[in-house]
């Protein structure tokens, strides 16, 4: 029997659109998040408290989670991130307005903390790791999922001059890079438009735009995929996760090989492996006893 792994392409599962917004504050990116199905809503700024937007939420099904809950904390986010992934709920969107705000609170923090010691960017480390763990765990939820944020100016050579070349989002400079889709929201007269800036998806070309709007994003995206009810993981049992342990001890697996399996799940321990992931682990150790 073959040991071969792959499988047709066309059995993938679609899955739902990971994104960031980004763009200067008043064109519409709030919004337009807000306009998604089932917001859970963390919302770091208090700009999104006003009666317009709370109303718009709750017409959409949606929750709100404020800096009085915790929205300003990366550890808050990141166990959110966790549940949402794995209990039943009803919420089809996670919504972060800003990551701009939880990324330099976080750089600030630890500022405050080296005080004189600051140097060479060292404030931001933290940040940084905090950003991948959340990128992580945002990458196991089956929702949607937009992280709104500000804008700033990106910088270049040109002509042999330092000169502003674009706009990027004024967060960890490798969110773009982590995510489906990256959107620069933009006012175009009395028209307000998304521009890809970032793309890995067929249906959204680098440099074409769109309106802002859930209706012209879902027609392009695949309403059916992104409206369809989040399914939780099923969690790895105690006795699996023991047995992986076991196992690992017993063959001495070095450290890199299940960090590998770990970056692989976007699980930070043994114990966020899913059902699947920790068969398949257990299946392949045993293979390995003589």
Excluded at 46 to 54: F, I, N, P
Excluded at 217 to 239: H, L, T, W
Excluded at 261 to 269: D, I, P, Y
């Amino acid at each position: 029997m073959s040991k071969l792994k792959a499988k047709d392409p066309t059995d993938a599962e679609p899955s739902k659109p990971k994104m960031v917004l980004y763009g200067p504050a008043g064109v519409g990116k709030t919004w337009f998040a807000l306009s998604f199905p089932g917001v859970y809503y963390i919302s770091p700024e208090l700009g999104a408290t006003r009666k317009h937007y709370t109303e718009r939420l709750k017409s959409n099904g949606g929750v709100y989670l404020g800096p009085e809950d915790g929205a300003l904390d990366f550890e808050v986010l990141i166990d959110q991130a966790k549940v949402l992934a794995t209990e039943k709920h009803k919420f089809k969107t996670l919504v972060v307005d800003s990551i701009t705000e939880v990324f330099n609170a976080s750089i600030q923090k630890e500022a405050e903390r080296l005080g004189e010691k600051n140097a060479f960017g060292a404030d931001k480390k933290p940040a940084i790791a905090y950003m991948r763990r959340f990128v992580n765990a945002v990458a196991r939820l089956d929702m949607n999922v937009i992280f709104v944020a500000h804008e700033k100016s990106e910088w270049g050579v040109v002509e042999g001059k330092r000169e502003e070349i674009g706009k990027i989002p004024d967060c960890w400079d490798k969110l773009i890079y982590s995510l489906d889709l990256a959107f620069q929201a933009v006012k175009r007269g009395p028209d307000r438009k998304a521009v890809v800036r970032k793309s890995r998806l067929i249906g959204f070309p680098e440099g074409d735009s769109f309106a802002l709007d859930y209706a012209a994003f879902s027609e392009r995206y695949g309403k059916d995929i992104m409206e369809k009810p989040a399914a939780p993981i099923v969690m790895a049992s105690p006795e699996q996760v023991a047995e992986i342990t076991r196992l690992v001890d017993l063959l001495k697996i070095d450290a890199d090989t299940t960090e590998k399996w770990l970056e692989k799940a976007n699980a930070e321990n043994f114990s966020e492996f899913n059902v699947s992931q920790a068969e398949k682990i257990i299946k392949s150790l045993k293979s390995k006893i003589q």
